[in-house]
T-cell receptor, first 116, second 114 residues
Framework: AQKVTQAQTEISVVEKEDVTLDCVYE???????LFWYKQPPSGELVFLIR??????QNEISGRYSWNFQKSTSSFNFTITASQVVDSAVYFC?????????????FGAGTRLTVKP | DTEVTQTPKHLVMGMTNKKSLKCEQH?????MYWYKQKAKKPPELMFV???????INESVPSRFSPECPNSSLLNLHLHALQPEDSALYLC?????????????FGPGTRLLVL
């Protein structure tokens, strides 16, 4: 059974601080995909990144970076120099390639508040 | 601009009403999804359509009835809802519905059942 744990329920930082959101997953599949989504107060889930289980390279996109470590089953997300617009709920999700119907399992989410 | 649109943005309905939520995607995807999201919870999958055929129905009560008229459109018909059905309803789409595909979400419909 697949499972995603986001232990941090809420994080509050001051603008320009760096912040890391943790994600730990469980799966028995060897081929799987990990995702991060951002959900601002407006409600829409915004896709941020997709990473497959065979690609452990870290990725950087502007102020965002992701650290994928299979050894610890973690896929952490770091925002550098946070801004007020980064305030949102962030979801980590897992989808196994063996899942015919693309059943994506979400973590509970981490609410990030960036104060000016 | 989001390529998955949902209407209406907000809906208030009584327990005896019949209403429909609509979703449209403009990405040429062949799989579409309905999720329900309660406050401070992650989205929960309700239905999946792949190539216009229902492939998942996650034990959702019959007062929710999905419909996929074509690969670009997805409806959710609502009838005799309960107050606990109040939630954000999200639509998503992906390429074909296979495991691991990225799902792209619409802005959601906020439903309040009185």
């Amino acid at each position: 059974a697949q499972k995603v744990t986001q232990a941090q329920t809420e994080i509050s930082v001051v603008e320009k601080e760096d912040v890391t959101l943790d994600c730990v997953y469980e799966t028995r599949d060897t081929t799987y995909y990990l995702f991060w989504y951002k959900q601002p107060p407006s409600g829409e889930l915004v896709f941020l990144i997709r990473r497959n289980s065979f690609d452990e390279q870290n990725e950087i996109s502007g102020r965002y970076s992701w650290n994928f470590q299979k050894s610890t089953s973690s896929f952490n997300f770091t925002i550098t120099a946070s801004q007020v617009v980064d305030s949102a709920v962030y979801f980590c999700a897992l989808s196994e390639s063996s899942t015919f119907n693309n059943d994506m399992r979400f973590g509970a989410g981490t609410r990030l508040t960036v104060k000016p | 601009d989001t390529e998955v649109t949902q209407t209406p943005k907000h809906l208030v309905m009584g327990m005896t009403n019949k209403k429909s939520l609509k979703c449209e995607q403009h990405m040429g995807h062949r799989a579409m999804y309905w999720y329900k999201q309660k406050a401070k919870k992650p989205p929960e999958l309700m239905f999946v359509y792949s190539y216009e055929k229902l492939s998942i129905n996650e034990s959702v009560p019959s007062r929710f009835s999905p419909e996929c008229p074509n690969s670009s459109l997805l409806n959710l018909h609502l009838h005799a809802l309960q107050p606990e059905d109040s939630a954000l309803y999200l639509c998503a789409s992906s390429q074909e519905g296979g495991g691991g595909e990225t799902q792209y979400f619409g802005p959601g419909t906020r439903l309040l059942v009185l």
